[in-house]
T-cell receptor, first 117, second 116 residues
Framework: AQKITQTQPGMFVQEKEAVTLDCTYD???????LFWYKQPSSGEMIFLIY??????QNATEGRYSLNFQKARKSANLVISASQLGDSAMYFC??????????????FGSGTQLTVLP | NAGVMQNPRHLVRRRGQEARLRCSPM?????VYWYRQLPEEGLKFMVY????????ESGMPKERFSAEFPKEGPSILRIQQVVRGDSAAYFC??????????????FGEGSRLTVL
């Protein structure tokens, strides 16, 4: 079974500063993918970034980067130059990648990020 | 709008009534997933469907809940005889046919069910 742990229920960051949202995972699979989603107060789920377990480089997407430490089973999200619009709930998730296997995502409990002006 | 479409966005039901939630996947996507998000919690997987097939329903409650994805038309999540504990946001997601790879899921905006 897969499990995602997000230990920070809430985080605060000053506008324009960087913030790291923690995510650790537990899986016995060798091939898996890690995802981060953003859920603003309006409720939709917005895909941010993806990291494959065999990717050698950390994923980056604009101001988002994923600090992937495979040995530690962590996949922290780093948001640089925070903006007020970044205030939202952030979910870490993972899924198996092998052909034919279940494709559903397993989500963590989320971190509520508040960006302060 | 080419995204995942869910309706209704908000649904209010009294205990014992039925709730039907609909999801139209993105164009070209043949996989549909339903997730439930209880207040203050993350999303929990319910069911994974392809056209006319339920692939994995390991997250579905054994009673009162059912899902379908017919050959024509949207996927339907049906909750019979709703109870207050069914109050939640129900998200649908879709993905294209992929043998392997990341295959991100594209989510709809969710349907928020309130049971009075």
């Amino acid at each position: 079974a897969q499990k995602i742990t997000q230990t920070q229920p809430g985080m605060f960051v000053q506008e324009k500063e960087a913030v790291t949202l923690d995510c650790t995972y537990d899986t016995s699979d060798q091939s898996y993918g890690l995802f981060w989603y953003k859920q603003p107060s309006s409720g939709e789920m917005i895909f941010l970034i993806y990291q494959g377990s065999y990717d050698e480089q950390n994923a980056t997407e604009g101001r988002y980067s994923l600090n992937f430490q495979k040995a530690r089973k962590s996949a922290n999200l780093v948001i640089s130059a925070s903006q007020l619009g970044d205030s939202a709930m952030y979910f870490c998730a993972m899924r198996k990648l092998l052909s034919g296997s279940a494709r559903q995502l397993t989500f963590g409990s989320g971190t509520q990020l508040t960006v302060l002006p | 709008n080419a995204g995942v479409m869910q309706n209704p966005r908000h649904l209010v039901r009294r205990r014992g009534q039925e709730a039907r939630l609909r999801c139209s996947p993105m164009k070209g996507h043949s996989h549909v997933y339903w997730y439930r998000q209880l207040p203050e919690e993350g999303l929990k997987f319910m069911v994974y469907l392809q056209k006319e097939n339920i692939i994995d329903e390991s997250g579905m409650p054994k009673e009162r809940f059912s899902a379908e994805f017919p050959k024509e038309g949207p996927s339907i999540l049906r909750i019979q005889q709703v109870v207050r504990g069914d109050s939640a946001a129900y998200f649908c997601a879709s993905s294209p046919l992929q043998k392997t790879g990341s295959g991100e899921l594209f989510f709809g905006e969710g349907s928020r069910l309130t049971v009075l």
